[in-house]
């Protein structure tokens, strides 16, 4: 009884260690940094989808004046962004 009571607490702890942290950068915030980092002289930047995944946002974007495309990627606690992919037709 006593080794079922510890690893019930055991249990616990571990799923409330893997719980995702709290994002301090909303999903709009991320999009218009994207927006920032991309738009340039020669058209506009549109976003075309935004995924969440291990506390960032994927963020695919398009400059169809400029004929841009891509992906980035930005933290949901710093607001750091990566590009993870682009391309000019």
Same mark, same amino acid.
């Given at each position: 009884?006593? #080794?079922?009571?510890? *690893? ?5 702890? %571990? &799923?409330?260690?893997? $719980?995702?942290? +709290?994002?301090? @950068? ?9 927006? +920032? ?13 935004? /995924?969440?995944?291990? $506390?960032?946002?994927? &963020? !695919?974007?398009? $400059?169809?004046? $400029?004929?841009? !495309? #891509? %992906?980035?990627? @930005? /933290?949901?606690?710093? #607001?750091?962004?990566? *590009? ?6």
């Amino acid at each position: 009884m006593k #080794g079922i009571a510890t *690893m019930f607490i055991f249990l616990i702890f %571990i &799923i409330s260690g893997c $719980n995702t942290a +709290e994002l301090k @950068v909303a999903e709009e915030q991320a999009k218009l940094s994207v927006i +920032e980092q991309h738009t340039k002289h020669i058209g506009k930047v549109k976003i075309l989808s935004v /995924d969440l995944k291990r $506390n960032s946002y994927l &963020i !695919k974007w398009e $400059n169809e004046e $400029n004929c841009e !495309k #891509g %992906i980035d990627s @930005v /933290d949901g606690e710093s #607001g750091a962004i990566e *590009m993870i992919e682009a391309s000019i037709c």
